[in-house]
């Protein structure tokens, strides 16, 4: 009896982590970044890739950096919440096109809108990396100091929007 002791408590053990990480949010993974200076950068801008953008411009300011692609299915998902608050004027976004091709980026913006103040491209997603970028769309909030307070994995629901990333971004514009 005791020899199936063991094996039952090992079980048991596997069945508790599994039963916890299945009942925790996807989209809550815990960045290391958040509270961190955000990675510096300079990258072509989308629509004239002679021109530059440093994270260096952004000091300052309160905005929002988002990683999207064109091939990418959740970003269409997301991209009505982004209009809507780019309409609104409470926060800059900034994109960030994760590897993507470039007309192929142009001609997405164009059939569905431009949400962005200036859109940077991440051909070799080497931005994206620094960032800590699981998969796009993902969202960072970043502050006038240029550290990420929060970052949003996955799509930008109305939810998400109205109850953490506009208090967020208000509270750090005061």
């Not at 300011?61 to 091939?71: F, G, M, T």
């Not at 192929?104 to 800590?132: C, H, K, M």
Request: net charge negative; glycine share 6%.
């Amino acid at each position: 009896m005791t020899k199936f002791i063991l094996p039952l408590a090992l079980f048991l053990v596997l069945v508790v982590f599994l039963a916890i990480g299945l009942s925790r949010d996807p989209h809550e993974i815990p960045s290391p970044l958040v509270d961190k200076p955000a990675p510096a950068f300079a990258l072509p801008v989308l629509s004239d890739p002679q021109q530059s953008f440093k994270l260096q411009e952004m000091r300052g300011k309160v905005w929002l950096l988002n990683a999207w692609a064109s091939w990418c299915v959740a970003c269409r998902e997301e991209h009505p919440v982004l209009l809507e608050l780019s309409r609104s004027g409470v926060v800059p976004i900034y994109g960030l096109d994760y590897k993507d091709e470039r007309q192929d980026a142009l001609a997405w913006l164009d059939e569905f809108g431009n949400p962005y103040t200036q859109v940077l491209s991440d051909a070799d997603g080497r931005v994206g990396i620094d960032y800590g970028v699981y998969g796009v769309p993902e969202t960072f909030v970043i502050d006038r100091n240029g550290v990420i307070r929060y970052k949003q994995i996955g799509p930008i629901t109305e939810e998400a929007l109205e109850k953490k990333i506009i208090p967020l971004v208000k509270e750090l514009q005061k």
